[in-house]
């Protein structure tokens, strides 16, 4: 199995910050990665696709980088309602593996 | 616009088999335009991928779960799902269901969820 590595698993940061997120495979996946949004209690939303391409409906204040192994997710102008668990997901090769997630909190 | 729909017992007993069940509404499960998948998350951590289905049938499955998991659709009633067999308390977590969009150049976007269920394995 491809595992996901997110780093860092938390995150404070103040509301208008911009923040950065790292997820990295064990194996080269190409850009076949996804990144997931979830807040306490609801099921994960779709922010990202194809390691960069926006789900219809995101905000442009995400965006999605890298390829191969390394890879990276950028929120800009943080506002009250990004603070929440972001997970990235491979499906480069089944099993589709999740990160662990990194929780982002209010500073 | 589509929405999926979890249902199945809440509390599943050790050694027993979890059914749950996702219906598809606003739109059809048959389009080739779509997989279908259940993704788990046991309280308190991370996200799971357990598998996913074709309206054709085909399936995938995680080779943790594999010797025990059966996900299944049923074109007529717009409804796919999923059996876990030999349950134990490890299986205790929130179950979604999922709809993956295929886009080109073998990318895919998990992009409707369900709300999620809650099963429990316990005596």
């Known amino acids: 199995d491809i595992q996901m590595t997110q780093s860092p698993s938390s995150l404070s940061a103040s509301v208008g910050d911009r923040v950065t997120i790292t997820c990295r495979a064990s194996q080269g996946i190409s850009n076949y990665l996804a990144w997931f949004q979830q807040k306490p209690g609801k099921a994960p939303k779709s922010l990202i696709y194809?390691?960069?391409s926006l789900q219809s409906g995101v905000p442009s204040k995400f965006s999605g980088s890298g390829s191969g192994t390394d890879f990276t997710l950028t929120i800009s102008s943080l506002q009250p309602e990004d603070f929440a668990t972001y997970y990235c997901?491979?499906?480069?090769?089944?099993?589709?593996?999740f990160g662990q997630g990194t929780r982002l909190e209010i500073k | 616009q589509l929405q999926l729909q979890e249902s199945g017992p809440g509390l599943v007993k050790p050694s027993e088999t979890l059914s749950l069940t996702c219906t598809v509404s606003g739109g059809s499960i048959s389009s080739s335009s779509y997989y279908w998948g259940w993704i788990r998350q046991p309280p308190g951590k991370g996200l799971e991928w357990i598998g996913s289905?074709?309206?054709?049938?085909?399936?995938?499955?995680n080779p943790s779960l594999k010797s025990r998991v059966t996900i299944s659709v049923d074109t007529s009633k717009n409804q796919f799902s999923l059996k876990l067999s030999s349950v134990t308390a490890a299986d205790t977590a929130v179950y979604y269901c999922?709809?993956?969009?295929?886009f080109g150049g073998g990318h895919y976007g998990m992009d409707v969820w369900g709300q999620g269920t809650t099963v429990t394995v316990s005596s």
């Open positions: 997901q491979q499906y480069n090769s089944y099993p589709h593996t």
């Open positions: 999922a709809r993956i969009t295929i």
């Open positions: 194809a390691a960069s």
């Open positions: 289905i074709y309206y054709s049938g085909s399936t995938y499955y």
